[in-house]
Structure formats: C-alpha cells, structure tokens
C-alpha cells in the first residue's frame, strides 16, 4: 500500500532563516506530488505541483521554492523565511495520467515563523 | 477561474442530529468534485467523491450528490456522532487549457464540525 511521510511535524524558526520541508512516498510510481499551505482559520493554497523528476509549477507568487530531486520526494525550501510564511504546510501526491484521482494527504508541519 | 463556497461555520450539533454542509462551485468545463475530512493535528483524508453529474458519492454514512443544475455538492449525514467532530473541506478538480488536471485541486474555506454528546 502506498504511504506518504512528512517531516517534522513542528516547526518554529525565526525571521530571516531558511526552511527545508521534506516529503517522501512510497508503494507507487510517477505520482503528482503537491505542496499545499494553510494558513489559520482559512482553506488550502495549493504552492507547488510537480509532474515528474525536476518538474515544478508554482501556483503563487512567494518567498517559497519547491524541488524534486527524486521520483517520490519533494522538498519545499526558502532561502528567508517571513512571518507571512507561518501556516500548516501539507504535501500530498495523487496518481499519475488520472485526473480524478483524489490526494492523498501527509499529517502536515506545523511552521511558526517568529 | 475556478471556485469553491462552503456555508459558514462553526457547525455545532447534538449526537444523532441530521447534519448538512453546503457547497457550491464555479468551474469551467466538467470537474470531478470531492469532500474531505481533517481532524484535528492531523491531514486532509479523502471522504468521498463524485465524477460527472447526478453521481452520489457516500462513505461512512455520509453522502453528497453532484449537482450540475445547481452547481452544487452538499454533504449530508442522517445521524451525527462526537467522532465526526473535523473540519470537512470541498473541492473539486481543476483543469489546465490542455484538459488535463494533474490532480490539482481547489479547496473551499472549510466548515469547522462540532458534535456534543
């Protein structure tokens, strides 16, 4: 069966210093791989697709970068973080070629930005 | 471009109680619509889903219908338990101008769901 891990689940660093959020799958190929951001008492932002190795689309414009440096990891970095960039970040990933494939989610980090 | 409204909360009901979220969307072409589920600290798990018009989609107890006459995919449940207690989020698929999603999709704001005993 697939899994999808992410890493860590609490984050605070301070304004200034960089971030490195790390994901992981398993149990499948080729997924489509995503970063998506909540921000408090709001919905989900999606960041970052990513259709394959090397392959990133950012939705929004921001202080964030995201990178797959692998077939079933994906990273999201900044080189300085804001207060902005405080929220719940989640990665999920969903089969390849099926569009109505639905996500499926990691338990999310925590980022607190001081 | 494409969007989804979810009905205000909080949600406060009793144990058993019939529950109804609404969701309405905006979307060009046929998109693919689903609800998931967040408890607390933890990700969105999927709920359920619907493909084209007129498909129910439902999954323990819960159930909503793909609306296309009134671009809407409401959530109900017939009996409420504290379980149930999440924040429940729409979303439907989102299509590039090459007809293909790549599985993105776009979420409503999220209706927070409390059930007291």
């Known amino acids: 069966s697939q899994t999808i891990h992410q890493w860590p689940a609490t984050l605070v660093q301070p304004v200034g210093s960089p971030l490195s959020l790390e994901c992981t799958v398993e149990?499948?190929?080729?997924?489509?791989l995503y970063w998506y951001r909540q921000a408090a008492g709001r919905g989900l932002q999606l960041l970052f697709y990513s259709v394959g190795i090397g392959q990133i689309s950012s939705e929004v414009p921001q202080n964030l970068s995201a990178s797959r440096p692998q077939d079933r990891q994906f990273i999201l970095s900044s080189k300085k973080l804001l207060l902005s960039d405080s929220g719940f970040y989640l990665c999920?990933?969903?089969?390849?070629?099926?569009?109505?494939?639905?996500?499926?989610f990691g338990n999310g980090t925590r980022l607190t930005v001081t | 471009g494409d969007s989804v409204t979810q009905m205000e909360g909080p949600v406060t009901l009793s144990e058993e109680a019939f529950l109804t979220i609404n969701c309405t969307y905006t979307a060009t072409g046929y998109p693919s619509l689903f609800w998931y589920v967040q408890y607390p600290g933890e990700g969105l798990q999927l709920l359920l889903k619907?493909?084209?018009?007129?498909d129910k989609g439902s999954n323990k107890g819960f159930e909503a219908t793909y609306r296309k006459e009134t671009t809407s995919f409401h959530l109900e449940k017939g009996s409420v338990q504290v379980s149930d207690s999440a924040v429940y989020f729409c979303?439907?698929?989102?299509?590039?101008?090459?007809?293909?999603?790549?599985?993105?999709?776009?979420f409503g704001q999220g209706t927070i769901l409390t059930v007291h005993p």
């Open positions: 619907a493909t084209k018009a007129d």
């Open positions: 149990g499948t190929s080729n997924p489509n």
């Open positions: 999920a990933w969903s089969a390849y070629i099926t569009d109505n494939s639905p996500l499926h």
């Open positions: 979303a439907l698929s989102t299509s590039n101008a090459g007809g293909t999603s790549y599985g993105k999709l776009t």
